[in-house]
Each structure stands twice: as C-alpha cells, then as structure tokens.
C-alpha cells in the first residue's frame, strides 16, 4: 500500500471518529434534564396592594395673602409658631391709607353741611310755594299766574339741589367705607388656629395682591396640623381597584423606621395632568389619579410637604392556593383544564373553545412537573400578592410546578426533561422580573 493511500485511510478514520463522537455529543445534550428550581403548589395568605407615592398635607390649610399694596412694617410670628384665630400676624405700612380715611371722612362732612344747606333751601321754597298758592287761591289780584309757577319752579330746583346733596353725602360715606376697609386689611390676622408652616416674607419687602399667580401676593401658610393626609398620585390601571375606606400602610421619608395606618378617604374622579400633558393631550401618556389617605396617628412633628409613600390594600385571601409570580408564564392558546381532571385536560390538543378562546393568542399557566417531565398547565389566577399568585383553576394542591429561575421558565418548552438545580442566588433575569 502505497503512502498516500495509507494517509487517506488514516483521515478516513479520524472523520468518523470525530463524526461520531459529534452524534454522542448532541445525543447526550438532547437527553440532558434542563436544571430548574421546583415548588410544590401549597396555601398561603395572599394580600393584594397598590404602591403609590406622594407627599404629607394638612387636611385644611389658609393661603395668607396680601389684598392691598404696601411695605410690610412688622410680622409677629415665625416660621412654626402656633397661633390662634385673631391673633394678629402682619403690618403693612398704614400711612397711606390713613390719609384716605381722613380725607374720605372730609368729604364726608362737607356732603352732610352741603346737605343740611340744599335742606333748608327747599323747605324754603316749600314755604314760599305754599304762600303764594294761598294768596292765588284766595282771589286777590295781589298774586299774577307768573309769580306762582316761579314759586314753583324755585321749589323744585331746590328739592332737586337737596336730593342730590344726598346722593353726594351717600357716595362720600361709601368712600369712607372702602377707605376704611383699606386701612383694615393693613393689619393681618389669622383667620384659623394652627401652625405657621410658611412665612414668605421679610420685614421691609412690600406686599402686592396676588391677582394673577397665588404665589406673588402669598405671604404666609397656616395649617391645622391635628388632621393630617398623604396625598398621592396612583396609575389610572389601579386606581380602579381602589375604594374608599381601603387600609393605608403610609411611610414617610423623614420617619424611616416607622409604619403609619390610614384610610382612604377620597379618590379623585379626573386625571391629575402636568401643563405639558394638557397640552400634549393625554391619548398616548398614562396619566395619575389623586388619592387622598388620612394617617391615624401621625407624629407629633410632621410638616407638611414630607415625602411618602403609600401601600393600599385592595383585597386579602386566607389560605389561597398560591403559585410564585415567577412561576406564571405565557404559551399559546390552550383552554383552561377542568380542576377535577387536569392531566387528561392538560394532554388533550386545544379545542375551539368560541369566540372568547379565538380571540385570546396566549394562555397564562405554570409548567407542571411530574416524573421529570414539565408540561404546560394552563390556570386561571386572582389576585396578585407580593410575590405569589391567587390559583383559582388548574392546580390542585401538593403539585410541583418549576419555580425558577426566570431565564429557564421562558425557554422551557412542553415535554421539557427538567430537574432540580442546585440552589444559587437569583438569575439577573429573575431580579428583572
């Protein structure tokens, strides 16, 4: 045999050897159990909850704000300080005003003698009236027609002057008035007890109304602390779980190691939109619903504007039947097997249930273990808790189901070998999950 053909047996051999070790490879990978964590189906208490969060607020609070324009002269409190109603906070400048009192209450005067003067006038036009059509009706010639409609027409200017002089003694008075309230409204009071939880201002700058931003005329807040909400903000897909009277779980930021209890007492029936979503629109964004919680028993301490967040209870199960969130996945559409017979439900093809089975691609379920096989298990859930699903149909108790880890649950396939992995810490996957 010649070198050649000795050299092409020999690659003849190797191909084969290593063709063949290439089929035992895939062979043994194909036989090969995937590794996965299991669970058997059991009972637990399931609590459902939406976290929202928001800040701390007094359930009634005053804007204190300026009505007139004037330097601030003096202010009487602090920032914190409780007050009570009437206890008086701030001093504008009254100068200016005072001078308008005076002077209103000049006019004042002068319309009243201008008054007094237009009176006596006209009672005595009155009188004379009154003599000449004595003398006219007595039948003397010692009256002509002409002297009684002059004595007439006198009259009537002169009651027309008086009833004027009123008018004008009226509008003075209401001068005097409006002067007067201008002057009051330089020295403020509070119209509530509570506490001073914001003092905007200093001695010397000036006060302005706020006509147009509340924030330009706010000169001080007041808050009746013994009332205290957590206002927050709840995504419009759980805002409809919520009702009033919910159990509240509320922390607050500044409180790290405390729990504070509370329940809902209002939740808001339009969208809370930003001044860019109104002008967007709100078709495309998600938007937040106000919900108001009222704390139990707050701290003493708290302010506010605090952080906080909130976790509402929406419903509870006592001893449900329970799978890991992580454990629930989606496969194609298969009906949802009879809890008496899910075996024989689970291996039958998937039927043409109607409509509603038609229109649904995916079926939620668990992949169920038995004798190391994973089948697809089609179930039907309630209500979510932290980390476990209600089961309502497809599993019965004592069944293993894989629970883990995230990665393998997405690439199991029906018929799957699997068998218990040894216990890691989580897959990334799963702590995305």
């Keep these: 045999m010649s070198r050649g053909m000795k050299f092409g047996v020999f690659a003849g051999i190797v191909v084969l050897v290593i063709a063949g070790l290439v089929i035992a490879g895939q062979s043994k990978k194909r036989n090969a159990a995937t590794e996965v964590r299991m669970e058997e189906v059991g ?97 003397s010639n010692l009256v002509a027609p002409e002297a009684v409609e002059q004595a007439q027409t006198a009259f009537d200017v002169a009651e027309a002057n008086w009833r004027a002089s009123q008018a004008q003694l009226d509008q003075a008075r209401a001068g005097l008035r409006e002067a007067q309230d201008q002057l009051s ?113 707050p701290p003493a301490d708290v302010r506010p504007d605090l952080s906080c967040t909130s976790r509402i209870v929406t419903d509870t199960r006592k001893g449900a039947l329970a799978v890991p969130i992580i454990a629930l996945t989606v496969r194609d559409n298969q009906p949802v097997p009879n809890e008496n ?13 109607g409509a509603a089975a038609r229109a649904k691609k995916e079926t939620e379920g668990v992949f169920v273990v038995r004798d190391g096989i994973a089948t697809f298990r089609p179930v039907k859930v309630g209500i979510a808790g932290d980390e476990h699903f209600e089961v309502l149909e497809g599993l019965r108790e004592g069944e293993t189901i894989v629970s883990g880890t995230y990665q393998a649950i997405r690439d199991l396939k029906d018929g799957t070998k699997v068998k218990a992995a040894t216990e890691t810490g989580p897959a990334d996957g799963e702590k995305a999950s």
């Design 341 to 353: 017979q899910p075996q024989a439900a689970a291996a039958a093809p998937a039927a043409d249930t």
């Design 43 to 139: 009972k637990r208490d399931l609590v459902s909850a939406v976290t929202a969060s928001g800040r701390i607020e007094a359930e009634t609070s005053v804007d204190i704000s300026a009505d007139i324009t004037g330097r601030i002269i003096r202010i009487a409190v602090k920032e914190g300080d409780l007050v009570t109603k009437g206890q008086f906070l701030i001093q504008i400048d009254p100068a200016q005003y005072q001078a308008n009192v005076s002077r209103s209450q000049g006019m004042v005067a002068s319309a009243q003698a201008s008054t007094v003067q237009t009176r006596a006038n006209r009672d005595q036009a009155e009188r004379a009236l009154a003599r000449t059509k004595e003398l006219a009706a007595s039948g």
């Design 185 to 297: 409204k330089t020295r403020l009071t509070a119209p509530m007890s509570g506490r001073v939880v914001r003092l905007a201002v200093e001695e010397g700058e000036v006060a302005v109304p706020g006509t147009f931003s509340r924030e330009t005329g706010l000169l001080m807040t007041i808050a009746d602390l013994s009332v205290i909400l957590a206002n927050v903000k709840v995504d419009e897909t759980d805002v409809v779980r919520l009702e009033r009277g919910d159990s509240v779980e509320v922390t607050i930021d500044a409180f790290p190691d405390t729990t504070f209890v509370g329940r809902v007492t209002k939740i808001s029936n339009s969208a809370q939109m930003t001044a860019t979503q109104t002008a967007a629109g709100s078709a495309d964004q998600a938007v937040d619903f106000e919900v108001e919680v009222t704390l139990e028993n």
